[in-house]
């Protein structure tokens, strides 16, 4: 089976490493011919090949890693697909706002199988960012995952191999208007109204009513907070007139979160775990406090009075 990536940028380039790590041969082309990427196939070495655009869309399987609104020109060369299989590894972003493109509810793959009729377009790739999508997918004992989600199940199959034989582990979605629906950028893990409204609900109640909620880039997420929040604002028992909750969303914040985690898990493993949940509560919220004082994200981190160690002392107090 060759394999092709079009698109050298950050996604392609970070790409071309689990192949390249895995000595598996793939072709790469981007808009500017084979002689611009020198650089990457000088670091990368003998198996991933640089080639021209028309020859990267004959392969048995073309991982498209470009922008959204640059699927149409990158694809124009292959008309004849004939069964050959599509990897869409784009994501729809509106930009500068980085939140989802409205495409009426439709999945971009679906669009993106519109522009290469008789190709087999499998959704693979998308959901990591490029460095880490470059770096090794062994991790603590384990794999990183990368979901894989497409009309036609064999090759939904034949892309899962490949992740495997790339080293990460495939968790297959389904089709694309099924578990699909959870993989594109802005997609999340509550897809249901309903369930979102009533976790909110939950977290609100106990953890007190924030003036700003961040939230992933789901349009779910941001449709249940403005709801519970339009609902309760006016049972509030303050006399003071309150704000509507500002929302602020953040494609990668299931990303970023679980950089956060690392931390933590770094700390806690070799405790052996906790006894008492209040003591979890503590030692939780300790480490999480200390992390946010080294990302610089304490009130005052950019002064020296108080000091870093005397604002974690006011925090813990
Ligand atoms: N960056 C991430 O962390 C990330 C994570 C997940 C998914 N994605 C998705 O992956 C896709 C690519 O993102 P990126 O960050 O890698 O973008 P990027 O750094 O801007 O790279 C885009 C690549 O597409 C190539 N290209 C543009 N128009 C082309 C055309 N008509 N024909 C052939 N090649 C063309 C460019 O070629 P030249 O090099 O010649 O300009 C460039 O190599 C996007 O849809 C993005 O949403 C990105």
Do not use: W
């Given at each position: 089976m060759i394999c092709a990536i079009i698109g050298?940028?950050?996604?392609g380039?970070?790409l071309a490493?689990p192949f390249?790590?895995s000595?598996i041969d793939v072709l790469i082309a ?17 198996h991933v090949t640089?080639t021209t655009l028309p020859e990267a869309s004959k392969a048995d399987t073309v991982i498209l890693a ?8 990158a694809v124009?060369g292959s008309a004849q697909s004939n069964g050959r299989i599509v990897v869409d590894a ?23 199988a519109?522009?290469i009729p008789g190709a087999r377009v499998v959704k693979a790739f ?22 894989v989600?497409g009309k036609d199940a064999s090759a939904n199959a034949d892309i899962a191999s490949l992740i495997e034989r790339l ?151």
């Open positions: 050298s940028g950050a996604i380039s970070a490493h390249a790590r000595n981007n808009s500017r011919g084979p002689e611009s990427l020198a650089g990457l196939i000088a670091e990368l070495g003998s640089p470009v922008s959204f609104t640059a699927t149409a020109d124009q784009t994501n729809a972003i509106d930009f500068p706002a980085f939140i989802p493109k409205d495409l009426g509810g439709r999945p971009s793959t679906d669009i993106i519109e522009m998308n959901t990591l960012p490029a460095a880490v999508l470059a770096s090794d997918p062994a991790q603590d004992g384990g794999r990183r995952v990368l979901f989600s080293g990460s582990a495939p968790i297959p979605l389904g089709k694309l208007n099924q578990g699909g629906l959870l993989q594109p950028f802005g997609a999340s893990l509550v897809a249901d109204l309903t369930v979102a409204k009533r976790f909110l609900r939950k977290a609100l109640k106990r953890h007190a009513r924030p003036e700003r909620i961040l939230v992933d880039g789901s349009q779910t997420g941001r449709e249940a907070i403005h709801s519970c929040d339009t609902a309760d604002r006016p049972k509030e028992k303050s006399r003071r007139e309150l704000k509507p909750a500002r929302v602020r969303q953040s494609g990668y914040l299931n990303n970023r979160i679980e950089q956060d985690h690392r931390t933590i898990k770094k700390r806690v493993r070799p405790m052996l775990g906790f006894k008492a949940m209040a003591s979890a509560r503590a030692t939780l919220g300790g480490i999480e406090m200390i992390h946010m004082l080294r990302k610089q994200q304490a009130k005052y981190a950019h002064i020296l009075r108080p000091s870093l160690a005397e604002q974690s002392n006011l925090l813990a107090a």
